[in-house]
């Protein structure tokens, strides 16, 4: 594995100033949005070529840079400057380079950007890097090497900004500070006006150029590396992937109020006119449970140690009193199924109740939650408002809009195929050639398929004891090269190193102060054996989400949850067997780029439906199997 130290070279001054500052535009053009496709055709640009992009904070107006121009776009309607935008992205496909998607796709400029190329410097820093600090800051401060801890902020009175103040080369109009460092109000704020948008884009340009130069450092770990090298296809569907996020965030999820306060009432009863009311009910609900156990009338049932004497007193002793110990004790005593069901109640009204639906659900009957492209660990693409967590007994309420249906793709057994392609284990690419690899794993080990299951996920999971014990010594004579892959991540996990993912993401490991003990070691060791198959999978997830949203383009549909290694597009009725189509063929297009050389396979489920709880026994759903070799051209436009 390759270890990144957090340096990286930085494109070449064109003007350098004192103590390195970049000054890297001199003059900035000052156009009328008619005047901007001409400028940039005059600047050579090319399709696929890097243009800087930076919004102003009212949307009159932007700054724009290409190669060694800058280019103050004024105003003249904030819809004439959403029409420039969308006019290149379409005439000229650029790859946009922004510092981050939430600050250059603003509300007006989201439509115009649509689905094309982009490069968002927040999400490739996450991934050369690794953590979550992902402001102008301390992107900046990673490309220049500088410390982070040293970073400036508003309202910081120093010598230096003092001296910045008066000084010939202290201009508080330049975005880098005398000491190298971005000064904090560029670094915190949009730009205020088109000029100082300008200059926020060329330096953006700065940024891009050393990024692409890290990401030349890191390996192509495919059996048949191509080009573009893999980091670089990773950065591109993760840039894409953070401007799918703000897409999701602001289209949101269909929902029918009227079905999720029915279900809502269902389980925790008609919504409370006060405090009190709503007091009466909670307590209601916990009477049906303690009512069950004589002497039990004070007992909380949110404190395990005192639900554990209750369970006590029926003869019921467990070392925890965790849903999934209970579940198989349903039948001992009533207590135990009203207890169950009594948290899923509680859940319901304490997380999704009545308070979640007016705090989360438009006038328009969308659920809406904030939407990031990726966490600060392996890389998955998380969600607010419940959205990744969404109970089943609510998702009846998740209903396609008039003329609309959903298409549910469900990746099958992700993560096992892609330790397979990762650790290039060729005896377990041959068993994803089944649609039910677990199946052919089953037979190779000589157990039952259960067994064989437990075995793999506790494998990718760092469980080496318990009840697939004897089925994870045989993985090791099976797959050798598979469990060679992930005690080497457990290694370096255990002593503290930081790893990195098939497509590039650093993955960082915690060493706290003091020598470390047993149970530490050993869990930082699971981590980073898991963190290697999980966030490679996100990784091949994310290339076939945006994949499949550029070519949802002008057809109407909407990809509407990222759930994991599940999309849901929300189509016109019309459109949904195109969709269809469009799904297996861009998992087809990305498994083959993503994993090229490898024979592994990936399967995918697909069911349209009209409910999302319907998706999983919708009649004729059926299969699709995607073969990483067998993959026709993708039906896709501005594909990153």
């Known amino acids: 594995m390759l270890w990144y130290d957090g340096h990286l070279p930085g494109r070449a001054n064109r003007n350098p100033g004192p103590a390195g500052q970049d000054a890297p535009v001199t003059d900035i053009a000052v156009l009328d949005p008619p005047e901007v496709m001409a400028a940039l055709r005059a600047a050579g640009l090319c399709a696929g070529g890097p243009v800087g992009l930076a919004s102003v904070r009212d949307g009159d107006g932007i700054g724009l840079a290409v190669g060694e121009r800058a280019l103050a776009v004024r105003g003249t309607s904030p819809a004439a400057v959403a029409d420039v935008v969308r006019a290149v992205t379409s005439e000229l496909t650029p790859r946009w380079v922004w510092w981050s998607a939430r600050s250059a796709a603003t509300p007006l400029l989201r439509d115009a950007l649509g689905a094309g190329r982009c490069w968002d410097l927040a999400a490739v ?22 410390a982070e801890d040293a970073l400036p902020r508003t309202g910081q009175l120093d010598l230096l900004s003092a001296m910045e103040a008066t000084g010939p080369d202290g201009d508080p109009d330049e975005p880098v500070r005398l000491d190298g460092y971005l000064r904090p109000e560029w670094a915190e704020a949009q730009p205020r006006t088109a000029l100082r948008a300008a200059r926020w884009a060329a330096l953006a340009l700065v940024v891009h150029a ?30 894409a992937a953070d401007l799918l996020a703000v897409a999701l965030s602001a289209g949101g999820l269909p929902l029918d109020r ?4 029915q279900l809502i009432g ?60 209970l579940e198989p004790l349903r039948s001992a005593h009533p207590a135990v199924d009203a207890l169950l069901t009594w948290r899923k109640a ?5 997380t999704y109740g009545y308070g979640w639906l007016d705090r989360h659900v438009g006038a328009d009957g969308r659920l809406r939650g904030g939407w990031t492209g990726s966490d600060g660990a392996a890389g998955r693409m998380t969600a607010q408002a419940g959205l990744h967590n969404l109970p089943a007994e609510l998702r009846p309420a998740v209903v396609a809009e008039p003329g609309h ?20 284990d060729e005896a377990f690419a041959e068993a994803t050639q089944d649609a039910d690899l677990y199946s052919p794993v089953a037979a190779r080990l000589g157990c039952d398929r259960p067994t064989a299951k437990v075995a793999v996920l506790a494998a990718m999971y760092g469980q080496t004891s318990g009840a697939a014990g004897e089925a994870l010594a045989g993985l090791d004579r099976a797959y050798p090269v598979a469990m060679r892959h992930l005690r080497a991540a457990e290694e370096e996990g255990r002593a503290g190193r930081d790893v990195r993912t098939y497509g590039g993401r650093l993955v960082r490991m915690w060493n706290p102060p003091g020598p470390a003990e047993p149970a530490a070691v050993a869990a930082r060791g699971r981590y980073a054996r898991n963190a290697v198959v999980q966030g490679s999978a996100a990784e091949l997830f994310k290339m076939w989400a945006v994949t499949v949203r550029a070519g949802l383009a002008g057809t109407g549909g909407e990809i509407v949850l990222c759930l994991h290694d599940e999309l849901l597009l929300h189509v016109p009725e019309t459109q949904a067997t195109e969709a269809t189509a469009l799904l297996r063929t861009s998992l087809g297009h990305s498994a083959a780029t993503w994993a090229a050389g490898s024979s592994v396979r990936f399967v995918v489920d697909i069911a349209v439906v009209r409910r999302w709880s319907d998706a999983k026994d919708a009649p004729g759903s059926g299969r699709i199997v995607t073969p990483t070799g067998l993959a026709g051209e993708p039906v896709v436009r501005n594909a990153p």
């Open 210 to 239: 050393s990024q692409v130069a890290a990401l030349a450092g890191l390996p192509d770990g495919r059996r048949r590396p191509r080009v573009p090298a893999l980091p670089v296809l990773t950065a591109h569907a993760e840039s």
């Open 266 to 325: 269902e389980r925790v009863g008609p919504r409370a006119d006060d405090p009190a009311a709503d007091a009466e009910q909670r307590a209601g609900r916990d009477d049906r449970v303690r009512s069950l156990v004589p002497g039990a009338d004070d007992v909380d049932l949110r404190n395990p140690a005192q639900v554990r004497e209750l369970l006590a007193r029926i003869g019921i002793d467990v070392p925890d009193t965790r849903s999934w110990r």
């Open 405 to 424: 249906v959903f298409v549910r793709a469900d990746l099958g057994q992700i993560e096992p195929r892609v330790l397979a392609a990762v650790s290039g």
């Open 346 to 350: 509680e859940r319901i009204a304490t």
């Open 125 to 146: 820093h996450r991934l050369l890097n690794g953590g979550s600090g992902e402001g102008p800051a301390q992107v900046w401060a990673a490309v220049r090497g500088l």
């Open 258 to 261: 009227a079905v999720a306060e």
